[in-house]
T-cell receptor, first 113, second 111 residues
């Protein structure tokens, strides 16, 4: 595709609900990153994939957060038993290779009530 | 102290003014990015640089590796430049590819 796409763009969840956020990277991009951006803050790293391998998940805030990229293309970030502090914009970025320029998707704004 | 510090946090300018946003970092890096974020969340990469200076249109980015400092300049600013500008660094190659972000500079350019 022309760029990185994410869906849904907006998600409202009740506290305790599970959510799944999808990222479609630019075709052929090997590296995929997830970031979390709280209101008024800069993004913070969550996790990184190279193809289907999750090479770094040190930024995931708790074991309620899980990410996968089973075929090395589309990635899903899953949050179980959502809490109010999970409310943020979740950004996905992809790059052609590990050290390349990162291209960002529009983000998914998650609001947990 | 954050690894990436930006100044100022907020900046208001009149159309046509020359604008400078600063970024200081405390870690060894392999590259520094300047990003632009408009309301609604979309992030656009403006520059990726590891040394010297880059120019694109009215935007200029410089980096001084020894001083661990970078600047983003906007010449002849325009209201459409109003956005949040974010500095992000990628640590040394052995540390993976994650970006560490500053908190952003909110720029407002008035007509």
């Amino acid at each position: 595709g022309a760029g990185v796409s994410q869906s849904p763009r907006y998600k409202v969840a009740k506290r305790g609900q599970d959510v799944a956020l999808r990222c479609d990277p630019i075709s052929g991009h090997v590296s995929l990153f997830w970031y979390q951006q709280a209101l008024g803050q800069g993004p913070e790293f969550l996790t990184y994939f190279q193809n289907e391998a999750q090479l770094d998940k040190s930024g995931l805030p708790s074991d309620r957060f899980f990410a996968e990229r089973p075929e090395g293309s589309v990635s899903t970030l899953k949050i179980q038993r959502t809490q109010q502090e999970d409310s943020a914009v979740y950004l996905c970025a992809s790059s052609l290779h590990r050290l390349g320029e990162q291209f960002f998707g529009p983000g998914t704004r998650l609001t947990v009530l | 102290k954050n690894e990436v510090e930006q100044s100022p946090q907020n900046l208001t300018a009149q159309e046509g003014e020359f604008i400078t946003i600063n970024c200081s970092y405390s870690v060894g890096i392999s590259a520094l990015h300047w990003l632009q974020q408009h309301p609604g969340g979309g992030i656009v990469s403006l520059f990726m640089l590891s040394s010297g200076k880059k120019k694109h249109g009215r935007l200029i980015a410089t980096i001084n590796i020894q001083e661990k400092h970078s600047s983003l300049h906007i010449t002849a600013s325009h209201p459409r430049d109003s956005a949040v500008y974010i500095c992000a660094v990628r640590s040394g190659e052995t540390s993976g590819s994650r970006l560490t972000f500053g908190e952003g500079t909110q720029l407002t350019v008035n007509p």
